[in-house]
């Protein structure tokens, strides 16, 4: 092999290799990118641990890692809007087909789309990886790489606010699946204003009298990050009526609610699915200061490192972990 590209490969569940593959070549419309900073999600977890997600299945060998940031190295023939040099965050869904989703400007919701590090698409845990140069979008000079890599979690919640309805002084409650003291420290400095740690026994309802003492109101909103039965229930409660339920967290397929409650009160109960142009925003919302990931960021590893990085994350240890993936360049 001319030049390495070290690459997390998934090959089975339980089966991670740090191997060389090939340096890709870019297409007419693609770039060819040096990585370096590569975050890790809970579904490249999941897909290490139990080798799928629902009807996801691994069944070859599939590089990881779809929080991403790189720099250009090469342009396809048809590339004009990127030069070698240029640093980049990608979005990682990419649609395949010109269908009647990608026309109403959902393209997230394409049943062909790439997305990576989704069976059977390869992800960018590596070295050098070619995307769609569209789907690459240019960092300003004080936007690091690693702010740009976590574009990516920071569009699941743009999104999940956008389809909310999320707006200047709107009174929002957010369930979220962490209960670790550290973790609600940061969600403190980062901007949230009260916090309500949830016992094993307390009743939903309890527990939504409680959120509308604190707040003083009844949020207008709630984003349901944990897809845990009781806090679905809980939002449900807790939210004003006309309100909107947002539900973020997927847990059981079945799951009781009070859905007669939430009808008679006009609470919307709404999903999302992953997100779609979002990028130029959390790209304007960092350049600008408007928001801070930085603290989020709470440990690296080399990419040779990967397997420990996945135990790390695994153990529920800090808050995000980044891969670093240029051997010269491990800086945020
Ligand atoms: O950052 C995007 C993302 N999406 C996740 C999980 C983690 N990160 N999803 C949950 C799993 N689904 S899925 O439909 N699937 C495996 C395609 O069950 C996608 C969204
Ligand atoms: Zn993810």
């Given at each position: 092999m001319a030049e390495e590209n070290l690459s997390a490969v998934l090959?089975?569940?339980g089966d991670l290799r740090i191997e060389n593959r090939p340096i890709p070549e870019p297409g007419p419309n693609e770039v060819l990118l040096q990585m370096h900073s590569v975050g890790i999600c809970g579904s490249d977890v999941h897909y290490w641990q139990h080798g799928q997600i629902g009807d996801f299945v691994l069944k070859k060998p599939m590089v990881l890692g779809h929080e991403a940031a790189g720099r250009v190295v090469k342009v396809g023939s048809?590339?004009?809007?990127l030069k070698p040099g240029d640093r980049v965050a990608i979005e990682p869904g990419v649609p395949r087909d010109m269908d009647e989703f990608f026309k109403r400007g959902?393209?997230?919701?394409?049943?062909t789309i790439f997305f990576c590090a989704t069976p059977p698409d390869h992800g960018n845990l590596c070295r050098y990886y070619t995307h769609n140069a569209n789907f690459c979008y240019k960092l300003p000079d004080n936007v690091t790489f690693e702010e740009g890599a976590l574009i990516e979690p920071l569009s699941v919640g743009i999104h999940a606010c956008r389809r909310a309805g999320v707006t200047l002084g709107s009174t929002v409650l957010i369930c979220g699946a962490d209960l670790f003291a550290e973790r609600l420290g940061v969600a403190k400095e980062l901007g949230a204003d009260f916090q309500l740690t949830v016992k094993k026994d307390d009743g939903a309802q309890q527990l939504a009298k409680k959120v509308e003492e604190i707040l003083g109101a009844q949020p207008q909103i709630t984003i349901e990050c944990t897809g845990v039965e009781s806090c679905i229930q809980t939002a449900l409660y807790a939210t004003c009526s006309g309100g909107v339920v947002m539900l973020v967290g997927l847990g059981a397929a079945m799951t009781t609610v009070p859905l007669v409650n939430a009808a008679v009160r006009e609470v919307d109960i709404r999903g999302v699915f992953r997100y779609c142009n979002t990028w130029p925003m959390a790209i304007a919302m960092l350049s600008s200061g408007?928001?801070?990931?930085?603290?989020?960021?709470?440990h690296r590893f080399p990419l040779e490192q990967a397997v420990q990085a996945f135990e790390t994350t695994h153990q529920g240890l800090g808050i995000k972990v980044m891969l670093k993936c240029d051997k010269n360049d491990q800086n945020p």
């Open positions: 090959y089975a569940k048809a590339v004009s809007h959902q393209y997230n919701l394409s049943p408007k928001v801070n990931v930085k603290p989020l960021v709470t």
